[in-house]
């Protein structure tokens, strides 16, 4: 299955069967932010897919909203909790042992912002799957790393999901 084939077959689920519309986002944000799988998953193309479905359909925003910095925040917290964990051992599960230059620049990413780069890193894809790991394998305080975590989530997942569904809402009356 292609990555388009695989974006608007979920886009298309969900259109269909709208309930599913916020546990849908839940697993794609938590799979975007998830250390390992969020080089396998177009995330943000379903993300914004469906935010557009939310401006021409009836589906409620907020608990879009909701399940998409619930299920991007938890997958920070668990790659998080990974590097906590695991520390430099974390580096030799795939894709990072086949790619340490990703560990590098996300380890020097993190150093040079601290815990701006949980909130910074959300933000770009090859950061996004790295920052939290490292920030768990360099020991950064748990409650700093969720403050950055949760509020980043918050605002990601606002940034891919309004602005379709608003533009599309005001158009389309």
């Known amino acids: 299955m292609s990555l388009s084939s695989l974006i608007d077959t979920t886009i298309a689920f969900a259109s269909t069967h709208a309930a599913w519309a916020s546990p849908i986002v839940f697993l794609v944000a938590f799979a975007e932010s998830f250390a390992f799988l969020s080089l396998l998953v177009p995330g943000w ?4 897919g469906i935010g557009a479905l939310i401006g021409a359909s009836e589906i409620a925003f907020w608990p879009v909203w909701a399940a998409a910095a ?14 906590y964990y695991f520390k ?11 790619h340490p230059e990703m560990a590098k620049r996300g380890q020097a990413f993190f150093e040079r912002f601290g ?21 768990g394998i360099f020991g950064m305080p748990q409650l700093y790393f969720q403050l950055a975590n949760v509020g980043s989530a918050m605002v990601w997942a ?5 602005p379709t569904a608003a533009v599309l809402r005001h158009f389309m009356g």
């Open 115 to 135: 815990v701006w780069s949980i909130a910074i890193g959300r933000f770009f894809g090859p950061l996004r799957a790295v920052v939290p790991l490292i920030a």
């Open 158 to 162: 606002f940034i891919l999901l309004a």
């Open 45 to 48: 193309a379903i993300l914004i």
């Open 70 to 83: 619930a299920g991007a925040a938890l997958g920070d917290w668990i790659s998080y909790w990974a590097g």
């Open 88 to 98: 430099d051992r974390a580096l030799t599960v795939w894709p990072l042992s086949r």
